[in-house]
């Protein structure tokens, strides 16, 4: 049984930046794809961020250059560094996982993962 824990989050204000982690405990003897997706009110959960067993990292166009999934060489962490964030980054982020293989060159939609963190609300005032 794979569990995945999230902190961080907050509230900033514009250009301001935060950390989300993601703690993961369950079977390691699996290689898994790891993401972050976020979800706007109303609104579908969608990819942000992904990196597969081999750090290949994917990001959704409106994040490139700002976020950074990262994750650590015991690969029961994983980080979503947000830096130059804007009031249209707030929203609940979520982690993801999910055994591989992973999706080619995207992070892939929110039903091809099955182990999720509970949210982290962001929020980026004005």
């Known amino acids: 049984q794979v569990q995945l824990m999230t902190s961080g989050g907050g509230s900033v204000p514009s250009g301001g930046s935060l950390r989300l982690s993601c703690s993961y405990s369950g079977n390691t003897a699996r290689t898994y794809c790891w993401a972050w997706f976020r979800q706007f009110p109303g609104k579908e959960r969608q990819g942000i961020a992904g990196?597969?067993?081999?750090?290949?990292?994917t990001y959704e166009d409106s994040v490139k250059g700002r976020f950074t999934v990262s994750r650590d060489n015991d690969n029961t962490m994983l980080y979503l560094e947000m830096n130059s964030l804007n009031p249209e980054d707030t929203a609940m982020y979520y982690c993801a996982a999910e055994g591989a293989p992973c999706y080619y060159d995207s992070i892939g939609p929110r039903y091809g993962y099955r182990y999720w963190g509970h949210g982290a609300q962001v929020t980026v005032s004005s």
């Open positions: 990196i597969d067993p081999d750090g290949i990292k």
